[in-house]
């Protein structure tokens, strides 16, 4: 019988053009000469299925046509969600406390829901949909949505935002009720809500700045490189019935960590979306006032402690204490205070204001402390420079390695297009294969250097084994100021600073990489290593301490040195 439906078909094979076929076990065609494998088949009659009735396969040059996979519409949003919760449980692991979840962070995820019209409303935006795990019925696909967008946080009864909360109370469930139509994100993709997985470090990060957490959008963004909150690889997390295919996966899908700057102006755009309420005020207490965040910085730099009652005189004079300056108001006070950046840059403002930085002043106050300091208690400029500068040069090639080493690529296979299964498979096995031979032959990570869990600070100074040097915080700062009439006041007359020319911030463009060759190396080399500490841009370091200069200084600024006074 297979030789007689063999005989039958008489075509050349696309092969080796062979007119000699021969059919398989499985009823497939195949070329006796080349082995070649077609997609003709043999009609068979099945009788395994039931007794009483045939199953008929026909000869067909065609493939399969699969039959379309039934599935439950998932919103977009539901994803970002299951994103946004992780990210929260690994800041509460991390120390951050609960309430930083269910009383801040819930309620304004349901505001952003309202206001983008993707939750808390009558009619949602269908076009924020795909379609992915397969269910029986279509009562299964209304209960799974209201059942994990309930169940992914929790609701602790608290309401941060009456708007939301009222909407809340009001509505049913989280995104309405119609669930039934399917559609493209495109129509999403370019209106004024898109959501993307920049906005969900914005979103923690104003929920963070609302708790008064004790975490800066750089410590915030740390973790997140050293892996210690999900991003990069955020949605493998996700569950398996929310597997990802097609053009929307690639809105979870990054390969790269966004800067400072972009988060910054995302969280910013977001307080004007939501028309946030003014937020808790950052009293002096709080760890991003200025005043304790500054000594924070102190200590990791190895500066001495009696620095910090400088950086509160020109606090002070610049009215940055007030705790109405970094106190987030939609209203009276819409622009988003830059905690960390504010810090940092009042301690090189005082560094210039103590020492130059002029590439002169500096060394004459080390020399003059040099020939008076037979203790070792005196703060040099000098031996301060060589100390941190050896550790700042280690600290830069670890953090290049660790760079290098980083797996950007998640553990498992993203493709928007089924058919790239194959391909995608090979190009990763090649990829691991290339990766353990350069294992092989680059060095190995330094002990302890692995393991070491998330610290808020970049060095660690102090006597004990593994540390970056001898710690300089308890040194004196006598060589560098005077006593006049009972105050202390700086040794250093003179200021060097450029053109303090008024500046909006929103479309100010900054003018450092012009400015660079004619700034002073000290100065360069101080704001390199605070742009470090946050891991920011150094052009982005500068123009925010131009923003306190002006503050402080004005356009023309007169000697300084005798006018900021502390009473000893």
């Not at 439906?5 to 000699?20: G, I, L, R």
């Not at 349901?110 to 949602?124: C, D, E, H, V």
């Amino acid at each position: 019988m297979d030789v007689e439906d063999a005989d039958e078909y008489k075509e050349p094979c696309n092969q080796c053009a062979a007119v000699d076929w021969g059919i398989s076990d499985e009823g497939r065609f195949y070329c006796r000469s080349c082995h070649n494998v077609i997609e003709r088949t043999r009609e068979v009659v099945d009788m395994s299925f039931t007794c009483n009735s045939n199953r008929i396969s026909r000869i067909s040059s065609q493939s399969r046509i699969r039959k379309t996979e039934r599935g439950y519409v998932w919103m977009l949003c539901e994803g970002f969600q299951f994103i946004l919760q992780n990210q929260a449980d690994a800041l509460l692991r991390l120390g951050v406390t609960p309430q930083f979840k269910d009383d801040v962070l819930c309620p304004l995820w349901r505001l952003y829901l309202q206001k983008s019209q993707q939750g808390y409303n009558k009619n949602p935006i269908r076009s924020l949909r795909f379609r992915r795990a397969a269910l029986d019925s279509d009562t299964d696909m209304d209960s799974a949505v209201e059942s994990v967008l309930s169940d992914n946080f929790t609701d602790s009864g608290s309401v941060l935002f009456s708007s939301a909360g009222s909407n809340a109370e009001s509505s049913s469930d989280w995104l309405g009720s119609d669930y039934s139509s399917v559609g493209t994100s495109s129509s999403w993709k370019r209106s004024r809500s898109q959501m993307t997985m920049k906005t969900t470090l914005a979103l923690i990060h104003l929920a963070l700045v609302w708790s008064r957490e004790a975490l800066t959008l750089s410590d915030l963004l740390r973790l997140v490189k050293e892996g210690h909150v999900p991003y990069v690889t955020a949605y493998e997390e996700l569950p398996e019935e929310m597997k990802l295919c097609g053009p929307d996966a690639l809105l979870f899908h990054v390969e790269r960590i966004p800067s400072h700057c972009s988060v910054h102006k995302e969280a910013q755009v977001l307080v004007q979306f939501l028309q946030l309420p003014p937020f808790p005020p950052i009293v002096p207490e709080a760890l991003l006032h200025p005043a304790p965040l500054s000594l924070r910085y102190l200590t990791d730099a190895n500066l001495p402690d009696e620095l910090h009652r400088w950086v509160c005189v020109l606090m002070d004079r610049a009215g940055m204490a007030d705790q109405e300056r970094h106190t987030l108001d939609g209203g009276s006070r819409p622009d988003l205070p830059r905690y960390d950046l504010q810090a940092a840059a009042l301690i090189i403002v005082t560094m210039k204001v103590m020492f130059g930085l002029d590439d002169h002043t500096e060394w004459d106050l080390s020399n003059k402390t040099g020939s008076h300091d037979d203790t070792g208690d005196l703060f040099s400029f000098r031996k301060w420079y060589k100390l941190v500068q050896a550790a700042f040069m280690k600290a830069q090639q670890r953090r290049n390695q660790d760079i290098a080493r980083k797996q950007w690529k998640g553990q498992k296979l993203f493709f928007t297009d089924k058919r790239d299964r194959l391909f995608m498979t090979k190009k990763r096995r090649i990829s691991e294969n290339v990766q353990m031979c350069l294992k092989r032959l680059s060095s190995c990570p330094e002990a302890g250097q692995e393991d070491s869990g998330p610290s808020s600070f970049q060095f660690c100074w102090g006597d004990e084994y593994g540390s970056d040097g001898p710690s300089l915080h308890h040194t004196k700062l006598e060589k560098v100021v005077s006593l006049s009439n009972g105050f202390m006041t700086p040794l250093n007359l003179n200021y060097r600073h450029p053109p303090l020319r008024p500046c909006n911030p929103r479309t100010c463009v900054s003018h450092y990489p012009s400015i660079e060759p004619t700034l002073p190396r000290s100065f360069i080399w101080l704001l390199q290593l605070f742009s470090f500490m946050l891991d920011v841009e150094a052009w982005y370091l500068f123009d925010e301490v131009l923003e306190v200069e002006r503050r402080i200084f004005g356009i023309k600024t007169p000697q300084i040195g005798q006018q900021l006074e502390t009473r000893k």
